[in-house]
Antibody
Framework: QVQLQQSGPGLVKPSQTLSLTCAIS??????????WNWIRQSPSRGLEWLGR?????????NYAVSVKSRITINPDTSKNQFSLQLNSVTPEDTAVYYC???????????WGQGTLVTVSS | QSVLTQPPSASGTPGQRVTISCSGS????????VNWYQQLPGTAPKLVIY???QRPSGVPDRFSGSKSGTSASLAISGLQSEDEGDYYC???????????FGGGTKLTVL
């Protein structure tokens, strides 16, 4: 059974970088049949997919157009985890951030526990 | 404003059947499969329907899904109080090269 455990700070100052990590158990970040996603949720924007990373003989990334200039999702094979970095944050980036695994049928399952990140000085 | 359109709310009494719609367009629902997620208060979303009409292991057969053209729907029969929560549709969008969600439907069991 795949499980995801998120970690990272809950408060980030405006203009700084939001950084979160998602540790994987029960699967490999390098799996050739999985992908690893970040999604966020806020009252104003609902559920918003941010991007994903996956390995198919080499590493690939897809990013949402809305954050493409500010986002990086990286795998860490040594720790079997993946990370999210979102640069130049503003209060509009305040949200609950989730990581999620993706299997066949582009299904997001499982999900991490969620991390509330507040952008405030 | 979400790429996929859902009604903001739906309701029903215990035992009733409720349907939630999800409207998209050619690059998303028209070209890719639809998944549905249930989010109970204070929890992360949970997959309840994948590939338009398939149920993951452990999801009651009261939940069913369908897709036609650029629209999809989720039906819940034999409504129970534990079904109360938010429901989201999602699909890959080939023109955006990304995943898109509906705005969510809040289901109330009266």
């Amino acid at each position: 059974q795949v499980q995801l455990q998120q970690s990272g700070p809950g408060l980030v100052k405006p203009s700084q970088t939001l950084s979160l990590t998602c540790a994987i158990s029960g699967d490999s970040v390098s799996s050739k049949s999985a992908a690893w996603n970040w999604i966020r949720q806020s009252p104003s924007r609902g559920l918003e997919w941010l991007g994903r990373t996956y390995y198919r003989s080499k590493w690939y990334n897809n990013y949402a157009v809305s954050v493409k200039s500010r986002i990086t999702i990286n795998p860490d094979t040594s720790k079997n985890q993946f990370s999210l970095q979102l640069n130049s944050v503003t209060p509009e980036d305040t949200a609950v951030y989730y990581c999620a695994g993706e299997g066949s049928g582009e299904t997001l399952d499982p999900w991490g526990q969620g991390t509330l990140v507040t952008v405030s000085s | 404003q979400s790429v996929l359109t859902q009604p903001p709310s739906a309701s029903g009494t215990p035992g009733q059947r409720v349907t939630i719609s999800c409207s998209g367009s050619s690059p998303n629902i028209g070209s890719n499969t639809v998944n549905w997620y249930q989010q109970l208060p204070g929890t992360a979303p949970k997959l309840v329907i994948y590939s338009n009409n398939q149920r993951p292991s452990g999801v009651p057969d009261r939940f069913s899904g369908s897709k036609s053209g650029t629209s999809a729907s989720l039906a819940i029969s034999g409504l129970q109080s534990e079904d109360e929560g938010d429901y989201y549709c999602a699909a890959w969008d080939d023109s955006l090269n990304g995943r898109v969600f509906g705005g969510g439907t809040k289901l109330t069991v009266l």
